[in-house]
């Protein structure tokens, strides 16, 4: 005795999927920048430096004198050797008075009259610190003024575009079930 035999065979339902990506682009533009600034105003003023230098005193010790100066100093010799010639006079008078006295003034007078007092000068190495120096420094003053920059900036909208995707689901396989009998 046979007994029959049931064969059940299920198939199982698949799904399929259509699946389409999203799309999406992002674009943005630089902005758009304006930068303007003038440019830094600089003034400078200057007084120049001074230096003089004065050697006045260093020539008259090297015998190099001015006309002005050299007059005044033949006036004063002039007036000394006057004075001086007015004492001598003075002086041998007064012995030729006394002539009575033991003695010979003549002889004496003339003796001196001889005698050359003239000193000649090689000359003169000018005396320390004669020349007088003095100096100003210059000064400088310098003023800026600075100009602030203009900035000008425009933000550009980014251009987004998107598109959105898409799924479709399908039955790639029906599910169904067979049963088969035999004997």
């Not at 799309?23 to 003089?52: C, F, G, N, Y």
């Not at 600075?146 to 959105?164: D, Q, R």
């Amino acid at each position: 005795m046979r007994i029959p035999k049931i064969n059940i065979e299920p198939k199982s339902g698949l799904i399929g999927l259509n699946i389409q990506q999203s799309d999406q682009v992002i674009k943005q533009r630089p902005a758009d920048m304006l930068i303007q600034q003038q440019p830094a105003e600089l003034h400078i003023h200057r007084q120049p430096s001074r230096l003089t230098i004065d050697q006045t005193l260093a020539h008259e010790n090297l015998d190099l004198k001015s006309y002005r100066r050299r007059t005044q100093d033949n006036a004063m010799l002039g007036v000394q050797g006057v004075s001086n010639y007015i004492q001598k006079t003075v002086r041998e008078g007064i012995e030729l008075m006394k002539i009575e006295n033991a003695g010979d003034p003549i002889v004496a007078q003339a003796k001196r009259a001889l005698i050359d007092e003239t000193t000649f000068n090689t000359g003169n190495t000018p005396s320390q610190f004669s020349v007088k120096i003095n100096y100003t420094p210059a000064k400088v003053t310098i003023d800026s003024e600075n100009h602030e920059p203009v900035l000008e900036v425009k933000m550009n909208v980014p251009i987004h575009e998107y598109t959105p995707g898409t799924t479709d689901v399908y039955m790639r396989q029906k599910p169904s079930l067979q049963i088969d009998f035999t004997k």
